[in-house]
């Protein structure tokens, strides 16, 4: 099974501030007949469903806010927060969908205010 | 609008099964595919398996392929998942979600979660 990992696990962001959160996958999640990266992020609220933030390693699921942008392919991802807002608390999760299940997240990273 | 929406709380003892509903509406049910996804207290989220609510055809994963049965009922737009000899390790909150067309493991609708307690 894929082994994805997050870094760090928390961590505390002024208001306005960016925040970089990293996913490593074990393997490469890049699909090199149409060269996606099959790597998505999501945001968890307390007490809301997760919600899909970004897919495809880099597209904004429609409704996201800019300041959420992904980046990166093969096995290192970023997700990035460039100006924290106080909604922007959350969990956030990677998680790879490369070909057949099962499907991984990684074990979340909590974002707050500093 | 587009929902998802679980059944509430259980509280089961060792040994029995829960079911747990999915209710969807604002969309086109039998068009996509329905996946269940379970978080335990401090893990990381984990996928149980799908169902295609058109076809009915579904997969487990095998960490619980001998213990989960997910069926859907079409004419009420909802989807089923049970889990039988629950164990302690079973307390979790589920979650439905429904896959992106065309994209498998991609889950771009989520209910609120179901929260299950397997305690004595």
């Known amino acids: 099974d894929f082994v994805m990992t997050q870094s760090p696990d928390s961590l505390a962001v002024s208001l306005g501030e960016r925040a970089t959160i990293s996913c490593k996958s074990s393997?490469?999640?890049?699909?090199?007949?149409?060269?996606?990266?099959?790597l998505a992020w999501y945001q968890h609220k307390p007490g809301q469903p997760p919600k899909l933030l970004i897919y495809?390693?880099?597209t904004r699921e429609s409704g996201v806010p800019d300041r959420f942008s992904g980046s990166g392919s093969g096995t290192d991802f970023t997700l990035t927060i460039s100006s924290l807002q106080a909604e922007d608390v959350a969990v956030y999760y990677c998680?790879?969908?490369?070909?057949?299940?099962?499907?991984?997240f990684g074990q979340g990273t909590r974002v707050e205010i500093k | 609008q587009v929902h998802l929406v679980q059944s509430g709380a259980e509280v089961e003892n060792p040994g029995a099964s829960v079911r747990v509903s999915c209710k969807a509406s604002?969309?086109?049910?039998?068009?996509?595919?329905l996946y269940w996804v379970r978080q335990a207290p401090g893990q990381r989220l984990e996928w149980m398996g799908w169902?295609?609510?058109?076809?009915?055809?579904?997969k487990y994963s095998q960490k619980f392929q001998d213990r989960v049965t997910i069926i859907r009922d079409t004419s009420a737009s909802t989807v089923y998942m049970e889990l039988s000899n629950l164990r302690s390790e079973d307390t979790a909150v589920y979650y439905c979600?429904?896959?992106?067309?065309?994209?498998?493991?991609?889950?771009?609708?989520w209910g609120q979660g179901t929260l299950v307690t397997v305690s004595s």
């Open positions: 979600a429904r896959g992106r067309l065309g994209t498998t493991g991609l889950f771009d609708l």
């Open positions: 604002g969309y086109t049910f039998i068009s996509y595919v």
């Open positions: 169902i295609s609510a058109g076809s009915g055809n579904t």
């Open positions: 393997q490469s999640v890049l699909y090199s007949s149409n060269n996606q990266n099959y």
């Open positions: 495809w390693a880099s």
């Open positions: 998680q790879q969908f490369y070909t057949n299940p099962p499907w991984t």
